[in-house]
């Protein structure tokens, strides 16, 4: 409509103790005299992606990424990405995002399980060989 708006990026953290954290956008329609809440949106955070506001242009909120690649760390998401956000119908819709393929957070969490399943499997063993030599000395 020609009028400048408002988008905000803010991020929750550590509910209920915790380290997590979310980032959602919050956008502010120009109404005048005064600004109207449109919508808010999550938009990444731990095990998702972290985001940070590029530009807002053309109608378009647009969002440097950080996406987690197959061997990331929780930690650490290294691929570098972009991604825009537009208000349609009174909601936040994705679209054009660009980078390096993300992987979803159950894919990422079993490609962790696989690579502490060995050091799991040795901890069982010796676990499991501690009981016998226990059990043999003592008869």
């Keep these: 409509d020609g009028c400048d708006d408002i988008a905000v990026l803010y991020t929750i953290e550590g509910f209920c103790c915790g380290n997590n954290y979310s980032f959602y ?13 449109a919508t808010s949106e999550k938009i990444g955070g731990g095990g998702e992606r972290i985001v940070a506001l590029n530009a807002i242009r053309d109608g378009r909120i647009i ?16 691929g570098k990405g972009k991604t825009t956000y537009s208000l349609k119908d009174g909601k936040l819709v994705e679209s054009d995002c660009i980078g390096e393929k993300p992987i979803s957070p159950i894919e990422r969490f079993q490609r962790q399980l696989e690579r502490i399943q060995p050091l799991v499997d040795e901890l069982l063993n010796e676990k499991e060989r501690q009981k016998r030599t226990g059990a043999t000395q003592s008869k």
């Design 25 to 37: 956008v919050a956008v502010f329609l120009n109404k005048g005299h005064k600004y109207e809440f």
């Design 63 to 78: 969002l440097d990424t950080k996406e987690y690649l197959p061997d990331d760390p929780m930690c650490c998401p290294s």
